[in-house]
Nanobody, 118 residues
Framework: QVQLVESGGGLVQAGGSLRLSCAAS????????MGWYRQAPGKQRDVVAV???????SYADSVKGRFTISRDNAKNTVYLQMDDLKPEDTAVYYC????????????WGQGTQVTVSS
């Protein structure tokens, strides 16, 4: 049974910082592309950042230069450092573990709320 457990969300003022963590159980982490997604009320879930299992990273345009994704394979944990937060970053943030080639999988965490006040 694979579990992704997020932590680190909360309430912060605009311009502040938060670091989200996602710990993965099971043996999937080293084979997974790890990503952070977010969903604001009434909106679809969108990708924020992705870290491949060979060191590549990608970001949504809206967070480039402000957010940094990193992964620690020894700890089975992926992080999202969020700096210069803006009210429009307010959303539930979800961790994702994905693999497109066999054995394929696609797992989600339960989500953590991030609220940025103006």
């Amino acid at each position: 049974q694979v579990q992704l457990v997020e932590s680190g969300g909360g309430l912060v003022q605009a311009g502040g910082s938060l670091r989200l963590s996602c710990a993965a159980s099971g043996s999937i982490f080293s084979r997974a592309e790890m990503g952070w997604y977010r969903q604001a009320p009434g909106k679809q879930r969108d990708v924020v950042a992705v870290a491949g299992n060979v060191g590549s990273t990608s970001y949504a345009d809206s967070v480039k230069g402000r957010f940094t994704i990193s992964r620690d394979n020894a700890k089975n944990t992926v992080y999202l450092q969020m700096d210069d937060l803006k009210p429009e970053d307010t959303a539930v943030y979800y961790c994702n573990a994905y693999r497109a080639v066999r054995p394929t999988f696609n797992y989600w965490g339960q989500g953590t709320q991030v609220t940025v006040s103006s």
